[in-house]
T-cell receptor, first 113, second 115 residues
Framework: AQRVTQPEKLLSVFKGAPVELKCNYS??????LFWYVQYSRQRLQLLLR??SRESIKGFTADLNKGETSFHLKKPFAQEEDSAMYYC???????????????FGQGTILTVHP | DGGITQSPKYLFRKEGQNVTLSCEQN?????MYWYRQDPGQGLRLIYY???????QKGDIAEGYSVSREKKESFPLTVTSAQKNPTAFYLC??????????????FGEGSRLTVL
């Protein structure tokens, strides 16, 4: 069975400090991973996806298959980064897995001025 | 204004009553999903539908039912058989382009409280 673990429920940093939100997964197949974010009073939305190798709002995430991790990083945190962050894994089930995501428990990031 | 609309935003139910949560999308997305969000547990998949008139159980389907009679609509009924229905419910949709490429678009959610 697949599992996504975000070990930190809460994470606090000061503005300008580096931030890393941890995500570990357990999955027997080839994982496709995502980070979703929910800002205050906004909908849950996609931040970035592993397959795109992209950097969004200064955030990057590298898939480490050896450590089964997909940590989210940003070198200099901003106050507007304060939000709830979810790591998610897309299951592979014969091509019908789209949108069938397994989510982690979420990490609330607070960036202090 | 394109997007996903969930209603009602807040709903109170007495024990033993069924309630139906509405989810409508005008994004022309094929696939729609219902997730349940509980504190400290993340989101868990209840039901999903990848095409009209077809739907599949997710991880926690017991006590829930859905229908997909129209592409735009995917209502969720929380039945009296659901043992712990008080939760925040999120509806989502996506275009099925290929594995790992999809982006789930979420509604604003419906908060159900059982009295």
């Amino acid at each position: 069975a697949q599992r996504v673990t975000q070990p930190e429920k809460l994470l606090s940093v000061f503005k300008g400090a580096p931030v890393e939100l941890k995500c570990n997964y357990s999955y027997s197949g080839s994982p496709e991973l995502f980070w979703y974010v929910q800002y205050s009073r906004q909908r849950l939305q996609l931040l970035l996806r592993h397959i795109s190798r992209e950097s969004i709002k200064g955030f990057t995430a590298d898939l480490n298959k050896g450590e089964t991790s997909f940590h989210l990083k940003k070198p200099f945190a901003q106050e507007e980064d304060s939000a709830m962050y979810y790591c998610a894994l897309e299951r592979n089930a014969g091509g019908t897995s789209y949108g069938k995501l397994t989510f982690g428990q979420g990490t609330i990031l607070t960036v202090h001025p | 204004d394109g997007g996903i609309t969930q209603s009602p935003k807040y709903l109170f139910r007495k024990e033993g009553q069924n309630v139906t949560l509405s989810c409508e999308q005008n994004l022309n997305h094929d696939a729609m999903y219902w997730y349940r969000q509980d504190p400290g547990q993340g989101l868990r998949l209840i039901y999903y539908s990848q095409i009209v008139n077809d739907f599949q159980k997710g991880d926690i389907a017991e006590g829930y039912s859905v229908s997909r009679e129209k592409k735009e609509s995917f209502p969720l009924t929380v039945t009296s058989a659901q043992k712990n229905p008080t939760a925040f419910y999120l509806c989502a949709s996506t275009v099925t382009r290929g594995r790992g490429t999809g982006e789930l678009f979420f509604g604003e959610g419906s908060r159900l409280t059982v009295l």
